[in-house]
Nanobody, 126 residues
Framework: VQLQASGGGLVQPGGSLRLSCVAS????????VAWFRRAPGKEREGVAG????????RYADPVKGRFTISRDNAKNTVYLQMNTLQPEDTAVYYC????????????????????WGQGTLVTVSS
């Protein structure tokens, strides 16, 4: 199993980025997928999660209304569209998968995910 995250970079406040996570060795349509981030000096935190089947989502409060998680099963890829980026969004972003359905309350808990990508750095600065 391999998850390859990409799409990070330097963006000005108010700008947008779309992160991608391509999976190999597993079929994402049977997995709960999520994005996490770790900012400098802070703990890893859940950002967004997406469940298979009913496609239920969950977002962390700081990103609600700005970030959107989605998947393309044909490309075996999960995306994180990030709009209206702010300096506090600066972090290394990681994608992760869990085989099966997670209850909504567990989607942003990192300890339940068993496959992780390598991370992509997002820097929001003027």
């Amino acid at each position: 199993v391999q998850l390859q995250a990409s799409g990070g970079g330097l963006v000005q406040p108010g700008g947008s980025l779309r992160l991608s996570c391509v999976a190999s060795g597993l079929a994402l349509n049977y997995h709960t997928v999520a994005w996490f981030r770790r900012a400098p000096g802070k703990e890893r935190e859940g950002v967004a999660g997406l469940r298979p089947g009913d496609r239920a989502t969950r977002y962390a409060d700081p990103v609600k209304g700005r970030f959107t998680i989605s998947r393309d099963n044909a490309k075996n890829t999960v995306y994180l569209q990030m709009n209206t980026l702010q300096p506090e969004d600066t972090a290394v972003y990681y994608c992760a998968t869990y085989s099966g359905n997670l209850i909504t309350g567990s989607m942003l808990r990192p300890n339940v995910y068993n496959s992780w990508g390598q991370g992509t750095l997002v820097t929001v600065s003027s």
